[in-house]
């Protein structure tokens, strides 16, 4: 059992190894930070949108702009999309749980706002669906997916495509550079003296 065990750990170390050279995603990263820094510099926000695990990881990096991340620091609008039950179950019940999205982000989302969708596959269709709305409002769209983009890489701006197809693998780096890009705009807002 041990031996499994660090094989997991091993095969995560790994891929996040291989990130340090993957320019396309340090490049992507790097953009979405100084989209996100504009982006509230101009009063706007940053939604979130997932599914099962990607929906959690939504929310984990939603609450660190909305409450703080290393230090004290005024809360930046940030809100992870699936939050409301009630909503979330009513949309789905009387339209499509395709839509449960796209929806909120017309009622919420403003020019120059930033949506960032988390899908492994890259084929959450309520996920793409969100970005087409958002892409028409003029906002931002970043795509955080495993290899290959799925279906989404063909409707957001930025892709952070993860290279693997090993789902918690994916996640585990989706968190990684969640919390950096997190990370790096608290700084860039807040400097400390």
Same mark, same amino acid.
């Given at each position: 059992m041990i031996d499994f065990i660090?094989?997991? !750990?091993?095969?995560?170390?790994?891929?996040?190894? &291989?990130?340090?050279s993957n320019q396309a995603i340090l490049k992507?990263?790097? /953009?979405?930070?100084? #989209?996100?820094? &504009?982006?509230? /510099?101009? #009063? *706007?926000?940053? +939604?979130?949108?997932g599914n099962g695990g990607s929906a959690a990881d939504s929310q984990h990096l939603a609450a660190e702009l909305s409450g703080r991340f290393y230090y004290d620091r005024p809360p930046l609008n940030s809100e992870a999309l699936?939050?409301?039950? &009630?909503? !979330?179950t009513a949309v789905a019940n009387d339209y499509s749980y395709d839509v449960i999205y796209s929806r909120l982000v017309k009622a919420? *989302?403003?020019?120059g #706002?930033?949506? !960032? *969708? +988390?899908?492994?596959? *890259?084929?959450s269709t309520n996920v793409i669906k969100a970005f087409d709305e958002a892409n028409a409002l003029g906002m931002i769209t970043v795509g955080m997916t495993g290899e290959t983009g799925g279906k989404m890489k063909d409707h957001c701006k930025y892709l952070i495509n993860i290279p693997s197809k090993d789902t918690?693998? !994916? /996640?585990?780096?989706?968190?990684? +550079?969640?919390?950096?890009?997190c990370e790096l705009v608290e700084m860039k807002l807040f400097p400390k003296a």
């Open positions: 660090k094989s997991k !750990i091993q095969t995560s170390v790994d891929l996040k190894t &291989s990130l340090l992507a990263v790097e /953009q979405v930070v100084n #989209d996100i820094v &504009s982006s509230y /510099q101009q #009063d *706007g926000k940053v +939604l979130w949108c699936h939050v409301n039950t &009630s909503y !979330i919420m *989302g403003r020019k #706002d930033v949506l !960032i *969708g +988390l899908s492994t596959s *890259g084929n918690p693998r !994916i /996640q585990e780096c989706h968190m990684l +550079l969640g919390h950096t890009i």
